[in-house]
C-alpha cells in the first residue's frame, strides 16, 4: 500500500480556479487532505507564498487585530486556513478583490459550509470559486482497493493505516476531537456528550429518511435540538441531508430528506465494525453501500441539483442527478447480479429518465433493459453528459 495518494484532479481544479479567481476556497471536513492540497499547489507556485493558519492561536489574533496590514500588501499565493475561525476577513477580502493593484491571490481552507457561505454571500459573490475536497475517491485509490476504501472510509490517514487496530485509533482520536475541540472552536454550545450519542445514533439510521420525531423521542430531547443537532454535523460535512425531489405528479411524495453519514468509515467505526466480515452480517450491510456508492457518485459527478425520490406508495429512486438538460437515475445494489425491480420502471416513468442505472460491487456492465444498465462502480466516472448513443443510454 502506497504512504500518499495522489489527486492530480483535484489540484488541477485549484489551479485552473487560481488563474481566474482572485480568491478560490477549498470546503471539507476536518482532516480530508483540504492543508496537504494547498501545500502542493504552494509547492509548484511559480511566484511568493505566505501561509497563515488560524488553528494557530497567536496567527489568529494578529489576524483579527491587524488583517490590512497582514494582507493588503502581500503578493503572489496567500493560504488561510480554517478561514471559518475569523468570518470578519471576508470584509476585508472584498476592497482587497477589487483593488486594480492587487498582486495576491487567496486560498482559502474551510471545514464548516456555513460561516463560509454567509461571509461568501454577503461580501465575496463574483469574486471567489470553490473546490470541494471530499475523502479519497475510487479514481484515486484504484479499483483494486475498492473494500479497503468502503470499510476504512476516504479519510487519507484512515485510509492508510497500516492495520486495522491502526485504523480504530486514529478513528477514536478523529471522532473524539471533533466532538471536543473541533465542534466548540466553531461556537457550538452542544454537550460533546450529547452530539456523540445523536451521531452514533444517527449511525443506525443511515441511509433513512429523516424523521426527528422518532430520534427525539429515543433521545429524550426536542425535535428542535435534534434538527439543531442534524445541522451542525451537515454543516462540517460529517453528514449528508440528501433533499427529496418535487414534481407535480399527481401522487403522494416523500417530503423529507434522507439523511447519511458521509464518510463510511465514520459509519463503521460508530457501528462497531472493522472488517469486512463484520460489515457483510450486519443488518445496516446495504445501507452502507448505498452510503459509500451515493457518495463516489457525487465525487464524479458533482453535488449540485441531486435529489432522491420517493412516493408514499414505496416507489424510491436513490438519487437522481440533474445534468445538461437530462435526468440521470441510480439505485444502489449491494448484490453480485442487479435486476430489474417495479420501482424502477415507475421512476424511469415519472421522472422521464435519460437512463437509471443499478450501481453494484462488481465488474461487468450489461444492459437489464434498454434504459437501465448494472453499472460496476468502478466505471460510475465514465458516465458523461453527452447525447445518447442509442435508446435513451447516455455515452459512458
Sequence with gaps: MKQSIERLILLEAIRVRLAESPVVALLGARQVGKTTLAEQVAADWAGPTLVFDLENAATREAMGSTPEKLLAERDGLVIVDEVQRLPKL?????????????????LLLGSASWDLVKGV?????????????????LSEVGVE????LWLRGGFPRAFLAETTEAWERWMESFTRTFLER??????????PASLGRFWRMLAHFHGQTWNAAELARSMDVSVTAVNHYRDLLAGTFMVRVLPPWFENLGKRLVKSPKVYLRDSGILHHLLGLGEMLELRTHPRYGA????FALEQALIAHGERDAYFYGTQRGAELDLL????????GFEFKCTDAPKTTKSMHVALDDLKLEHLWVVYPGTLRYPLTDKITALPLREIGTLKPEPPLYGGQLSG
Design 90 to 106: 471576508f470584509e476585508l477580502l472584498r476592497p482587497l478583490c477589487d483593488d486594480r493593484k492587487r498582486q495576491a491571490v487567496f
Design 121 to 137: 454571500s454577503e461580501t465575496l459573490a463574483g469574486r471567489i470559486q470553490f473546490v470541494d475536497v471530499a475523502g479519497f475517491s
Design 145 to 148: 482497493q475498492q473494500d479497503r
Design 182 to 191: 473541533d465542534l466548540p472552536g466553531l461556537g457550538s454550545h452542544v454537550a
Design 288 to 291: 452502507s453501500w448505498e452510503g
Design 321 to 328: 442527478l440533474l445534468r445538461r438538460g437530462r435526468r440521470w
